[in-house]
């Protein structure tokens, strides 16, 4: 705990137990010294016997040391939680002797039919008392009603709707929208006030004539303009897919890509970089970390959390926050730009996530390019699995390119592949990893959802926008 400094230190009154909830002390830099005294007692002699003796006391101090951290119990006891079980009769019967195995035990000991017992994980988030100041009653105008409360839509009433108007298509729709909507068009007009807007709209512009078809990071990669103007810019010039080959994409008023069999390379390839130990090497060796795993999660009470950035005024002036200061720095062309590597996949390159979105025109690699034009002049059918592509065409391109991101992890970290020793074993090892042979790894793949906070998801970006 001390190495840490922001940890607790935690204190268990039962420690035996392991369902005991400890009390926690905050660490406090301090100054002072560590003192040894010591109490000397001398008794004088007797030199009479109706007289009272009076020992001599004396005291010695020595200084041991400076003392420059301090740990103090400041909060409450929590809740606790025994191992118990309330009988019909209303009799408790412990549990403890049932449910903690403190020696080897034999197979019996796991089959004996035992009470649900599900201890919770915390109760408190906090230890220190708070007051709670309650909001004032608002006061509105006159005449105001409040509004009708309808069961469809109860959360909604709490927070401020975000009017983006963005239109959003699904593959079964028959038709596609031409123009944008009216408020999208009044939205984008209230902010639109200077020269750099209308240029980032003139940018945006010429990027839908060149390609149809784009996706939200590859936008912020080509042109620098703020993730909250983007907001109201994209919906004034194109629609968002929602579902098909096209989905979680941007395409512009007018143009069906499923009427056009050369936008097949628009399409759009969910790839996720595979880690287990049967592809050699575990989640932990992968060079391109999480964001956030469980395994290192800490209950709110166990942890002090660090303090909040202090916001000065060229802060203010800049944006709000450490990120904001640290893109002052930048050029006003470049201050909004992403790299290219948020949605461009090079050989020998890592992606920047574990889970990315690419479109298929974006794999800049010749094998990758061959795999997509297979059935070029021959397309006859868009489907709204592989589009105008061949079936299975997202497989034979997530195969490659895992085999691709193995050789990159194999020659920075040999030590893990150490136990390869053909290219037959390669081989096998490419067709394992396909999941032609396993129908099962097949329906993993395609049954795994999305994990959340990567900044490359649709989810996230379709919840902007409704």
């Known amino acids: 705990i001390y190495a840490d400094p922001g940890k607790r230190l935690e204190l268990y009154f039962r420690p035996k137990d392991p369902y005991c909830h400890p009390v926690c002390a905050n660490r406090f830099p301090t100054s002072t010294m560590l003192l040894r005294v010591r109490r000397r007692t001398k008794k004088k002699q007797q030199l009479g016997t109706e007289e009272q003796i009076q020992p001599e006391v004396q005291f010695e101090m020595e200084v041991l040391g400076i003392v420059t951290t301090v740990y103090k119990f400041q909060g409450m006891s929590d809740f606790q939680y025994l191992a118990m079980h309330s009988g ?18 034999k197979e019996e000991f796991f089959n004996r039919e035992l009470p649900l017992y599900i201890p919770p994980p915390i109760f408190s988030r906090l ?26 839509n109860l959360i909604g009433l709490s927070r401020a709707r975000r009017p983006h108007n963005a239109i959003f298509v699904n593959f079964d729709d028959e038709e596609i929208p031409t123009k944008p909507l009216d408020a999208a068009v009044q ?68 143009y069906d890509p499923r009427k056009h069999p050369e936008a097949k390379i628009y399409q759009v390839l969910d790839f996720r970089i595979r880690c287990g130990m049967k592809y ?66 090079r050989e020998g390159a890592l992606p920047p996530y574990r889970q990315m979105f690419y479109q298929l025109c974006d794999l800049n690699v ?17 489907t709204e699995r592989d589009g105008w592509c061949l079936a299975k065409t997202s497989d034979d391109l997530r195969d490659s390119m895992s085999l691709m991101i193995k050789q ?50 649709m989810e996230t970006e379709i919840l902007d926008y409704v």
């Open 187 to 254: 939205n984008w007009k209230k902010v639109c006030t200077n020269p750099v807007d209308k240029k980032v709209e003139e940018e945006l512009r010429k990027l839908f004539e060149v390609r149809p078809v784009w996706s939200r990071n590859a936008v912020k990669a080509n042109i620098s303009v703020h993730p909250d103007k983007l907001k109201l810019l994209l919906p004034y010039l194109a629609y968002y897919m929602l579902t098909g080959p096209w989905r979680s994409l941007w395409v512009r008023f007018g």
């Open 88 to 105: 019909p009769d209303g009799k408790q019967t412990s549990m403890y002797d049932k449910v903690l195995m403190l020696k080897p035990e």
């Open 127 to 152: 230890d220190t008392p708070i007051d709670y100041f309650y909001r004032p009653d608002i006061q509105h105008r006159s005449g105001y009603n409040n509004p009708q409360v309808s069961g469809e």
């Open 366 to 382: 010749e094998s990758l390019q061959k795999i997509i034009h297979r059935n070029d002049g021959t397309e006859s059918e868009c």
């Open 280 to 345: 050699g090497y575990a989640a932990t060796d992968m060079p391109v970390k999480a964001k956030r795993s469980t395994y290192n999660y800490s209950l709110p009470i166990t942890v002090k959390k660090q303090g909040s950035h202090t916001v000065n005024v060229h802060d203010l002036k800049q944006g709000l926050g450490t990120a904001a200061a640290a893109g002052a720095k930048k050029p006003p062309s470049s201050r909004y730009k992403l790299k290219e590597s948020v949605y461009i996949f």
């Open 408 to 457: 990159i992890i194999r020659s920075t970290r040999p030590a893990l592949f150490s136990n390869t020793t053909s290219s037959e074993d390669g081989k096998e090892q490419l067709a394992y990893e396909s999941g032609e042979d396993e129908d099962d790894e097949e329906e993993e793949e395609e049954d795994f959802k999305p994990s959340d906070g990567s900044e490359n998801e």
